[in-house]
């Protein structure tokens, strides 16, 4: 098929080629300037077993799965230090994955309204009660805070882990559950 001496097939076949070449060097552009050095330095942070990012609109987020760590709080940080001239805080969400199992998220299901209350209200003397509440249940818990968020870590003393980051009053910032 020809118009005015073109072929119309040939034309067609090598647009669609030169998309396709584009399209593949851009994807391969951000996986090596974006994604690959990201995962890799999330991967450096103590206590992360596995880092992977996807993308969701305007957002990159940043997905990754601890082991129990000590403090969550210093381990969310030690990611945002990671992660911060990579991406601009502004287009970045982490997102922590843990272990938990059906006793945990009970657990948590029993203290969450509390949490969330003292997070709205700024009345952060209420986490003791929660902790101790969470204790007397055969839980460890330990309940920190930022300008940003309330640091939920509960670990049932074997395999299962459950982490939780609460947007405070101070900062009003993205969940990173």
Do not use: C
């Amino acid at each position: 098929m020809t118009f005015r001496g073109l072929r119309i097939p040939v034309i067609l076949a090598v647009l669609l080629g030169t998309l396709a070449v584009l399209l593949a060097g851009t994807h391969l552009y951000r996986r090596q300037t974006e994604v690959n050095p990201l995962i890799r330095r999330s991967r450096e942070v103590a206590g992360v077993t596995a880092a992977s990012i996807r993308r969701t609109g305007g957002l990159v987020v940043v997905e990754v799965e601890l082991a129990p760590v000590e403090d969550l709080r210093l381990t969310y940080r030690q990611l945002e230090a990671a992660t911060h001239d990579l991406v601009p805080p502004d287009s970045l969400r982490l997102v922590v994955g843990d272990r938990r199992t059906p006793a945990l998220k009970e657990a948590y299901h029993r203290v969450h309204h509390v949490i969330h209350e003292a997070a709205a209200r700024g009345t952060y003397s209420q986490l003791v009660q929660v902790e101790s509440m969470l204790r007397e249940r055969g839980l460890e818990a330990r309940l920190s805070v930022d300008h940003r968020f309330v640091y939920v870590q509960i670990h049932d003393g074997a395999e299962g882990y459950l982490y939780e980051l609460v947007p405070s009053s101070g900062g009003g910032g993205r969940s990173g559950i």
